[in-house]
């Protein structure tokens, strides 16, 4: 006897182990890093197991360009308040930083404040960093290899400050993803060799160097290995704040221009093929005011 309601319900039981097979075979295949219809043949970009951490993510981009950090020094002198340090963290993050670090607690909690209120916009929250655990709403802290074992807040990522080999060892032994490599240290060629690939590898640069020499040793610190470039004391309170962030990451981040612009990094610093130096050739008020303090 034909029986129409049991034919149906075979028929979805039918499909519905069609579906849930499918699914089975395709999660192996990503998993394995393989493509269907190919053999052998590594999948470029497979599916992950969760979402990559947001610091290491911010500061390690899949399209190998230079992430940028800026660091915030807080200084009596500006009398920066909650409204400065908000109007700031908008107008860093119109620059396109990829990052914001600071060692001043009150800061960073209002940095990371007003990063919040860009969440679902564009430009993104751009990930907030500071030399003390324990401040609301940051991203990252910065700890010693020593350190990183009394981190107690699990939604806080670590960047481990390295300046040796061992350091290195002992993050990773950690599990560590992201680095901050003391540059003014020994054999650091080695030490870059050390870090695990795929790892977020953070190099420090004193900012507005003479003849914007920055950008130079930023592109040899990417050739080393390095996915971002931290700019120390790039951000004070003053009125070039935004002037030199728009400066420094644009020049850090575009490619080649024919123009030989402000931004462009183009030829050489020493200014023989057009580069900074020769389209720039500035010193900033900043600095200038510093060296006349020292000369004084």
């Known amino acids: ?11 979805i039981t039918l499909v519905a182990f069609a579906l849930v097979a499918s699914l089975c075979c395709d999660g192996f295949v990503h998993t394995r890093g393989f493509s269907v219809g190919s ?20 500061l390690c981009k899949p399209s190998k360009t230079l992430a940028v950090v800026l660091e915030y020094v807080h200084t009596e002198d500006n009398g920066y308040q909650a409204s400065d340090w908000t109007t700031l963290s908008m107008q860093m993050r119109q620059c396109k930083a990829s990052a914001l670090l600071t060692s001043h607690s009150v800061a960073a909690a209002e940095f990371a404040k007003e990063q919040e209120t860009a969440r679902g916009n564009f430009p993104g929250p751009c990930p907030i960093i500071s030399t003390e655990s324990g401040v609301d709403g ?26 040796s080999v061992e350091d290195v060892d002992s993050a990773k032994a950690a599990g560590v993803t992201a680095f901050l490599v003391d540059t003014s240290a020994d054999q650091l060629e080695t030490i870059f060799d050390a870090i695990p690939s795929g790892s977020a590898i953070v190099a420090d640069v ?15 610190l990417k050739d080393l290995g390095a996915t971002a470039i931290l700019l120390r004391g790039s951000l004070v309170g003053d009125n070039e704040d935004v002037e030199y962030a728009q400066f420094a990451v644009g020049g850090l981040t575009k490619k080649k221009s ?5 931004t462009g990094l183009t030829g050489s610093t020493n200014g023989h093929f057009g580069g900074v130096a020769a389209a720039v050739g500035r010193t900033w008020v900043r600095t200038k005011r510093a060296a006349e303090l020292v000369a004084a």
Request: charged share 25%.
């Open 39 to 58: 053999r052998s043949r590594p999948i470029c970009s497979p599916i992950p197991l969760k979402a990559s951490p947001r610091l290491t993510e911010a």
């Open 1 to 11: 006897m034909y029986r129409p309601n049991v034919l149906r319900q075979t028929w």
């Open 206 to 220: 004193d900012s507005m160097q003479e003849e914007n020499a920055e950008l130079e040793v930023a592109k040899r």
């Open 258 to 262: 024919s123009t030989f612009d402000m």
């Open 138 to 163: 940051i991203t990252g802290v910065i700890l010693t290899p020593e350190e990183v074992g009394s981190l107690t807040n699990s939604e806080t990522e670590i960047l481990c400050q390295v300046a």
